[in-house]
């Protein structure tokens, strides 16, 4: 099985910078996309932002200029750094992975328990 842990988040006020990490433990024969979504109180889970195997990534237009992500791939690990947050970037954030465990299986996704970013003055 593969686990993933969140760890970063926390309480920041309006224009400060939180970074959050995630980290891939078990059994990992390669990960491929990494993610990174949010859930806002009464809101639907959303993607913020996606790094490929190939090195791009994608953003929604809400993170752009403002949020990156990057991969440790020696690690299993991913990241968001987050910079100018704002009021309405308080959710909970959740990393996903796309992960097989042999060179045989087919990837599936994995989900991290989340973990709470709160912007507030």
């Known amino acids: 099985q593969v686990q993933l842990e969140e760890s970063g988040g926390g309480l920041m006020q309006p224009g400060g910078s939180l970074r959050l990490s995630c980290a891939a433990s078990g059994k990992i024969y390669k990960i491929y996309t990494m993610y990174w979504y949010r859930q806002a109180p009464g809101k639907e889970r959303e993607l913020v932002a996606e790094s490929t195997t190939d090195g791009t990534t994608n953003y929604e237009e809400f993170a752009k200029g403002r949020f990156t992500i990057s991969r440790d791939n020696a690690k299993n690990t991913v990241y968001l750094q987050m910079n100018r947050l704002e009021p309405e970037d308080t959710a909970v954030y959740y990393c996903?992975?796309?992960?097989?465990?042999?060179?045989?299986?087919?990837?599936?996704?994995?989900w991290g328990r989340g973990t709470q970013v709160t912007v507030s003055a």
């Open positions: 996903r992975v796309d992960v097989s465990q042999t060179p045989y299986s087919d990837a599936y996704i994995v």
